[in-house]
């Protein structure tokens, strides 16, 4: 009988201190330390994260329901800036592309990727979320393409697609 209640306590005491480890709150009532949110019905992670007082700071992994233990998506957050670095991944944890991004918005460079390969496949440059200088797509061996100007979201201006030996106007 004192051993099942030994048992007993136990079993509530480390309930309550493990418990404490993900998904706290502050005294306001805003998310506070390490965060986790799985899909509804599965064990499998929505995300994973660090809050400070509301706040997102340091790395978020986002995953995908068929994505398993390897993150789509990993969100860097800096404690005393709003901007976010941002790397998308396939399954097999390939990087896709990286860039920037404020609230929703791309700003400032965002570089993609060849399938299964580290080489540049485009940049493109942002202004708040839009469009906004060149975006310039490049062949695997790193030669240049296409380059196209763009102003506000709208292409301005001519496009110029390279090949091996012949630059065309388009």
Known sequence: MRSTFLCCVFVIIAASVFGQEYNAYDTNGKRHGKWQKKYDNTDQLRYE?????????????????????????????????????????????????????????????????????????????????????????????????????YSNDKRNGIRIIYSDTVVILK
Do not use: C
């Not at 991004?101 to 202004?127: F, L």
């Open 49 to 149: 994260g660090t809050f400070d007082h509301g706040k997102e700071i340091g790395e978020f992994k986002f995953y995908k329901p068929t994505s398993g233990d390897s993150p789509t998506a990993v969100k860097t957050f800096l404690k005393d800036n709003d901007s976010v670095k941002v790397k998308y991944f396939t399954q097999k944890g390939e990087v896709i592309s990286e860039g920037t991004m404020i609230g929703k918005d791309r700003v400032g460079v965002w570089m993609y990727y060849h399938n299964k390969s580290d080489k540049i496949m485009m940049t493109e440059q942002y202004v708040s979320g839009k469009l906004h200088g060149e975006q310039l797509t490049y062949f695997e061996n790193g030669q240049l393409t296409e380059k196209v100007s």
